[in-house]
């Protein structure tokens, strides 16, 4: 006899500024079943961007060009605010496709202890991409009651 | 009659002189069946002569240019010759127009057989099909597909140990790499995690230098391989694309190979398939899109692709046939030389090399083209463009507003096409004779003129040969059977309308006219056949359709608003005779002439030229008959007299010398003062010895006349004076001859302006004797002593005049 699965009350995609969104919204499509579901977005600041821009001699080696450049906090501030743009521009793009709300939330990694406030029981589901697994916020994840969904990243998204 | 001298009924032209009559019996319209149709040849044979010359002349400029009149069957004779020497040469090449893969705006010109051309063409369209299939199917193999597969995959493997190594390495170093949205940054770590400059500050000095130069080196390292990445990539994409060639070319190869094979003799086109087989192959990413993508209108079309590859065939001749002979009716510019079509796409006009059309020159070439010189004149550049044409001995398409630097779109360059052709010109003498003389490089170009008669002599042989032109003409144009009288009529008539009973006119359109209208008349009456009847309904009709200003003239004098006499003796005043041409139709009529004299200085003064009315021609005929006047008579004094001749209620233009003889007797009826009969009408020049000369339209001035007093009403006195020179070209209407013949009206023949002036008066005019004087009371002698009296005169008063200066 197996129990059965309660309704997905919560869908928490969990990404860093590495991460590629569209991998994991296949996953979220699965569980956003439920007319209902509530699709939330967490952002996990691990500060790295900021922390290397403090280091006088760090540099950004573009794509593109190969070109390379100074690595400032203003830079890393930028960056920071670009990649959390196209990851809710994405995000909210989805939501309206699948006619759900969408909530966003920034926590920095060290703070992972607040996933405890959003996901309380297993009608919770947490995405996140595989590589969390290496994360510091690894150990926090697994003490949450939800259900754990951990996706492999595609091979478009390793190639990039 | 009893007013008439002996020597004026001497004058009298007898019936059988006024109508030149064709005996029905002498009518055969039937032809052997061995002999051939004279209709385009006959009485020709100098032009016909001149244009076989031209046409096989085979040096450049031996053009011909055919002079002759319009209606007179010009082109049907040039077709005629032009298809007879055309059946002596073989169809000459087809030619096409092909893409230029080197330089698109300038396509080739090539040169096939006759008839090879649409097979050539046809089988470059199969090519195109049968590669539209086979270059799609050889990509969608599945050795294709694994072919790719593997070398995408071996680039990702390159690419992914470039990053991966690198990784490595900078892990081993204490580096991280991290991603940002547009790049990478190297920073230090401590414990796998990303330290801040805080941090790095506690770490041992010897540790922040290494870390310093390992982030600067790894940094080089990453530029480098960002580098390295496009040329990997591209270096995939050239091995794609020469994957994607190798399966074009041996898709292609079988397909182009039997092409090769079937035109190996011909080395330009197997060239040109050599250049379409690397075209293919350089383009083989293009054929395999299959279906049309959304908004395919800005994606790039495949078929266009395809399209660089079809034939324009501009030129195509039929193998085994003859030279062509091409009769361009409306010579434009584009349809002489030919044209640059353009079609729109997204608002913009395109063009390329199938859009290139041929005109009448390439069509023409090896063969023989015919236009009419008043057209090509008459259209703009193509005069200039056919001298071109034929100077370079090639045609080169290209848009006139190109040649006047006023092109707004892309247009292209074809390549000229070699030119060997035959041009014959047709147009009216005036023409010729005007580029003649205005356009220096016409001799070069139309070295020939054949110059088409526009009439024939009225032989007995050349009467059969007209009568039988009659009827081909009449079978041609499925009209009724023509009786022997009717087909005599129209001979009759023919000469009638070359003015001259000793020739017949070879004006073929009023031929036809006369023909088609008198087997309308015929049809009317529901007759099986054309009578004589017929042919003089036909006439009678089509003056009638034409007269109304002629009817207005002989009403203005019935009613005395034009003031002519046909009665009575008037000093001074004779009945001259006029002609007025309305193109299509002619009319004769009177016109008052008045003379008056006086003593005076010699001056005779023609009236017409002192207000400019009178042409140049009258002026000259006034001029010698002044000089006339005073060769015969009283040579020994100076003329003393004052003249001045006039046409009355003329207000038009008067050209011509024709009423010289009326204006001389007229003088001579002033100065002498005996009256002239106003019952007659005369015309003819005079020279200065006196000699009456012939004149033109002696036919409709005689009717003219004769319509005058038939209205008033003949008694047998009427008559009209001719030169005697005119005899021949007397070709009057019927009526007019039944009037004669019933001594109801006259015709009057003069050699000699002293026979016109006795016909006038009744009087004698006197010839000089032994002495040199006339004989008393003639007209002569009367002129003379009047002009002695007035030199007398004139003596006198000079001297009278001088005396009286010397006085004073």
């Known amino acids: 006899m197996t129990r059965k699965q309660p309704e997905v009350r919560r869908v928490l995609i969990a990404v860093t500024e590495a991460n590629s969104v569209p991998d994991l919204l296949h996953e979220v499509t699965e569980h956003l079943a439920e007319e209902t579901a509530e699709l939330v977005l967490v952002f996990l600041n691990d500060d790295r961007w900021r922390k290397a821009a403090s280091l006088p001699f760090t540099r950004e080696v573009f794509r593109i060009s190969g070109v390379s450049t100074d690595f400032t906090s203003t830079r890393a501030e930028q960056v920071h605010q670009e990649v959390i743009d196209e990851i809710l521009g994405r995000l909210r793009q989805f939501a309206t496709d699948a006619k759900t709300t969408l909530a966003f939330e920034t926590i920095p990694e060290q703070e992972a202890v607040r996933l405890h406030d959003l996901l309380t029981s297993d009608a919770d589901v947490l995405v996140a991409p595989s590589s969390f697994r290496e994360r510091p916020i690894y150990k926090e994840i697994t003490r949450l009651k939800c259900r754990l969904r951990f996706v492999e990243p595609s091979e478009a998204a390793r190639r990039s | 009659m009893s007013d008439r001298s002996e020597r004026a009924q001497a004058l009298l032209v007898p019936v059988s002189e006024l109508h030149k009559v064709c005996p029905p019996q002498s009518i055969d319209i039937q032809r052997g069946p061995d002999e051939p149709a004279p209709s385009n040849t006959l009485g020709q044979q100098r032009a016909i002569d001149a244009i076989r010359f031209a046409m096989q002349v085979g040096s450049e400029g031996y053009n011909v240019f055919v002079l002759g009149p319009l209606g007179s069957h010009r082109h049907g004779l040039v077709e005629e010759l032009a298809k007879d020497s055309a059946r002596e040469k073989c169809a000459p090449d087809d030619w096409c127009y092909i893409n230029n893969f080197a330089d698109p705006e300038r396509p080739r010109a090539l040169r096939l057989p006759a008839g090879k051309g649409a097979e050539f063409r046809g089988n470059m369209q199969a090519l195109i099909a049968e590669i539209r299939l086979a270059i799609p199917a050889a990509f969608e193999n599945e050795d294709y597909g694994n072919q790719v597969k593997a070398l995408e995959g071996e680039t990702q493997e390159e690419l992914e140990g470039l990053w991966g190594s690198l990784h490595e390495q900078a892990k081993r170093e204490g580096i991280a790499v991290l991603q940002t949205p547009t790049g990478y940054v190297l920073a230090p770590l401590a414990e796998d995690k990303v330290i801040d400059d805080k941090e790095f500050e506690k770490l041992p000095k010897k540790r922040q230098k290494s870390i310093k130069e390992s982030i600067q080196r790894l940094s080089e390292e990453l530029e480098a391989r960002i580098e390295s990445i496009p040329k990997i990539r591209k270096r995939l994409r050239e091995r794609i694309r020469a994957l994607d060639q190798e399966v074009t070319a041996h898709a292609v190869n079988v397909l182009l190979g039997e092409l090769k094979n079937k035109y190996e003799e011909l080395p330009a086109v197997l060239d040109y398939l050599e250049e379409v087989q690397r075209d293919i192959i350089d383009n083989s990413q293009a054929f395999r899109q299959t279906e049309s993508p959304a908004l ?175 009827g081909d003409r009449i079978q041609q144009r499925n009209l009724l059977p023509f009786d022997n009288a009717a087909v005599a009529k ?310 009278g005049a001088g005396g009286d200066k010397k006085t004073a």
């Open chain 2, 296 to 470: 395919s209108f800005l994606v790039h079309d495949s078929s266009a692709v395809f399209a660089s590859y079809e034939v324009n065939l501009i030129v195509s001749n039929e193998a085994g046939a003859t030279a062509p002979v091409i009769y361009e009716p409306n010579p434009s510019y584009p349809n002489i030389v030919g044209k640059i079509e353009h079609r729109a796409e997204m608002g913009a006009l395109l063009t390329d090399f199938r859009l290139v059309r041929s005109g009448a020159l390439l069509q023409a070439n090896g063969g023989y083209l015919v236009l009419d010189i008043h057209r090509v004149l008459g259209r703009p550049f193509v005069w200039e463009a056919l001298k071109q044409a034929l100077f370079s001995k090639q045609v080169r398409i290209e848009s006139p507003s190109e040649i006047m630097g006023f092109a707004t779109t892309a247009t292209l360059k074809p390549e000229p096409v070699p030119l060997d052709i035959k041009i014959v010109l047709i147009g009216e003498r005036w023409l010729y004779y005007l580029l003649s003389t205005y356009d220096r490089e016409f001799g070069d170009l139309f070295k020939v003129a054949a110059d088409l008669d526009d009439d024939i002599e009225r032989s007995t042989g050349n009467v059969t040969a007209y009568a039988q032109l009659i």
């Open chain 2, 490 to 799: 129209v001979i009759e008539q023919r000469a009638r309308h070359a003015e001259d009973s000793e020739r017949l006119s070879m004006h073929m359109r009023s031929l036809d006219d006369l023909l088609i209208q008198a087997d309308h008349w015929a049809r009317q009456r529901d007759a099986n056949g054309v009578t004589v009847e017929d042919i003089s309904e036909a006439i009678r009709h089509r003056e009638q359709r034409q007269n109304r200003l002629q009817n207005k003239v002989i009403d203005a004098i019935k009613r005395d608003t034009l003031l002519i006499d046909t009665t009575g003796e008037c000093v001074g005043q004779v009945n001259g005779l006029s002609i007025t041409d309305l193109g299509e139709y002619r009319f004769g009529h009177p016109v008052r002439i008045t003379a008056t004299t006086r003593i005076g200085k010699g001056d005779v003064v023609d009236i017409e030229r002192e207000v400019k009315l009178g042409g140049a021609i009258h002026s000259k005929g006034v001029m010698i008959l002044a000089a006339a006047l005073s060769a015969r008579y009283a040579p020994d004094v100076p003329l003393s007299l004052n003249g001045s001749i006039v046409f009355e209620q003329s207000y038009g233009g008067v050209e011509g010398d024709s009423a010289s003889v009326a204006e001389f007797c007229a003088l001579l009826s002033s100065i002498s003062g005996v009256p002239l009969r106003q019952n007659l009408a005369v015309t003819g020049s005079v020279n200065q010895l006196g000699r009456v000369q012939a004149v033109g339209g002696i036919n409709e001035k005689i009717e003219g006349f004769y319509e005058l007093c038939k209205e008033r009403g003949l008694d047998g006195s009427h008559g009209v004076v001719i030169p005697y020179d005119n005899l021949k070209h007397l070709m009057l209407a019927e009526e007019v001859v039944d009037a004669v013949r019933n001594k109801k009206f006259s015709v009057y023949a003069a050699t000699q302006v002293d026979e016109v002036i006795e016909i006038l008066t009744g009087k004698q005019a006197g010839e000089r004797d032994e002495q040199q004087e006339f004989p008393p009371e003639t007209i002569n002698r009367l002129v003379e002593d009047k002009l002695i009296d007035y030199a007398k005169k004139w003596q006198r008063f000079g001297a």
